[in-house]
């Protein structure tokens, strides 16, 4: 007799709003061999999945925050701006998850006993994380910077805490920490500790191209996590092509994280902003079908 074979279905457990469009979410599998309890085994600091809220929503990619293979979880933080995210943030606890793969990309290079600088932008605070637990527990000496527009935006400042032997805050409007972007934090830091052996930045394209440029002219790599449009997040359609060093990569097998010295930043610019007007009206759409919906 064949074995039945069980039917293995990821759900929501909880879903929290912890800043303004910031959702904080746990999906787990119903059984062992369900995506969420194997991406929770086997995924890496730097790693990430691709997701869809919805049978209407885009397949997305999104950095994994945290996993916890006895639980059988993935934790995934993300920020509305788009149609796909909006459909994910409208999922609740026990709602199911349609397509969740992974873990994809190469793990970040973990390094050992050494000075690290850590540096999170937005809602890039969450995809530093576990990079920053990581070095932390092999035993480098962690200095975390951490910036958003405003207060509120500020996310994940506890868990960092505990994860960092350095931490500096700051924020564009000056509501909390110093007031100022990361890259000035950057330089005080430099000149009062001086350079860090390696360092990780990961937030908006702008901020990880203006770190780039510092930590080249101070010389030490900058691992930078690159976001270009993805779509199968597998190394088939192309879609993710970044410059590095004057060589093509494709962002989800080679990457995500590169070394921003050598990455060409313009270049990623301009195809980040490809699809920038068809996805605007989608969102609109979607917002305005939301709002005939609950009438
Ligand atoms: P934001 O625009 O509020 O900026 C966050 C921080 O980045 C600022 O507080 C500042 O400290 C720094 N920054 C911004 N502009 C800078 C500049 N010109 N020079 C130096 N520092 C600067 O960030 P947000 O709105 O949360 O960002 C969202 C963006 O981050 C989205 O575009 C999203 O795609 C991207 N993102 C990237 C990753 C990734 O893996 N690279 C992960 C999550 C989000
Ligand atoms: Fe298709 Fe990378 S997302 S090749």
Same mark, same amino acid.
Request: proline share 5%; hydrophobic share 40%; net charge negative.
């Given at each position: 007799?064949?074995?039945?074979?069980?039917?293995?279905?990821?759900?929501?457990?909880?879903?929290?709003?912890?800043?303004?469009?910031?959702?904080?979410?746990?999906?787990?599998?119903?059984?062992?061999?369900?995506?969420?309890?194997?991406?929770?085994?086997?995924?890496?600091?730097?790693?990430?999945?691709?997701?869809?809220?919805?049978?209407?929503?885009?397949?997305?990619?999104?950095?994994?925050?945290?996993?916890?293979?006895?639980?059988?979880?993935?934790?995934?933080?993300?920020?509305?701006?788009?149609?796909?995210?909006? =459909?994910? +943030?409208?999922?609740?606890? %026990?709602?199911? #998850? !349609?397509?969740?793969? *992974?873990?994809? $990309? =190469?793990? +970040?290079?973990?390094?050992? %006993?050494?000075? #690290? !600088?850590?540096?999170? *932008?937005?809602? $890039?605070?969450?995809?530093?994380?576990?990079?920053?637990?990581?070095?932390?527990?092999?035993?480098?000496?962690?200095?975390?910077?951490?910036g958003a527009r405003t207060t509120a935006l500020l996310i994940l400042k506890d868990e960092f805490a505990q994860i960092s032997h350095h931490l500096t805050l700051c924020t564009d409007d000056g509501s909390e920490g110093h007031k100022g972007f990361v890259t000035d934090a950057i330089k005080d830091l430099v000149a009062y500790r001086?350079?860090?052996?390696?360092?990780?930045?990961?937030?908006?394209?702008?901020?990880?191209?203006?770190?780039?440029?510092?930590?080249?002219?101070?010389?030490?790599?900058?691992?930078?996590?690159?976001?270009?449009?993805?779509?199968?997040?597998?190394?088939?359609?192309?879609?993710?092509?970044?410059?590095?060093?004057?060589?093509?990569?494709?962002?989800?097998?080679?990457?995500?994280?590169?070394?921003?010295?050598?990455?060409?930043?313009?270049?990623?610019?301009?195809?980040?902003?490809?699809?920038?007007?068809?996805?605007?009206?989608?969102?609109?759409?979607?917002?305005?079908?939301?709002?005939?919906?609950?009438?």
């Amino acid at each position: 007799m064949t074995p039945a074979i069980e039917p293995t279905q990821e759900s929501v457990f909880t879903i929290r709003e912890i800043a303004p469009k910031i959702f904080d979410m746990t999906i787990v599998s119903s059984t062992e061999e369900g995506s969420a309890a194997l991406i929770s085994k086997h995924a890496k600091a730097g790693q990430f999945v691709m997701i869809r809220g919805g049978e209407e929503a885009e397949r997305i990619p999104l950095t994994i925050a945290q996993t916890e293979p006895e639980k059988r979880a993935v934790r995934l933080i993300f920020q509305v701006a788009g149609t796909s995210t909006h =459909k994910l +943030s409208l999922l609740k606890p %026990g709602d199911p #998850v !349609l397509n969740l793969a *992974g873990p994809l $990309g =190469k793990p +970040s290079e973990i390094v050992e %006993g050494k000075k #690290v !600088l850590v540096i999170g *932008g937005g809602v $890039g605070i969450a995809a530093i994380l576990p990079i920053a637990r990581e070095l932390y527990h092999a035993g480098n000496e962690v200095t975390v910077v951490l910036g958003a527009r405003t207060t509120a935006l500020l996310i994940l400042k506890d868990e960092f805490a505990q994860i960092s032997h350095h931490l500096t805050l700051c924020t564009d409007d000056g509501s909390e920490g110093h007031k100022g972007f990361v890259t000035d934090a950057i330089k005080d830091l430099v000149a009062y500790r001086g350079v860090y052996d390696v360092g990780w930045a990961v937030g908006p394209t702008i901020m990880m191209k203006m770190c780039s440029e510092i930590a080249k002219q101070l010389d030490f790599p900058l691992w930078t996590s690159l976001n270009p449009i993805m779509v199968d997040g597998t190394g088939m359609c192309g879609g993710c092509r970044v410059l590095v060093g004057d060589e093509v990569f494709f962002a989800c097998v080679d990457g995500p994280e590169f070394d921003g010295r050598l990455v060409d930043w313009d270049n990623l610019m301009l195809r980040q902003k490809q699809f920038k007007n068809e996805e605007a009206d989608s969102y609109h759409h979607c917002r305005l079908e939301d709002q005939l919906n609950s009438r």
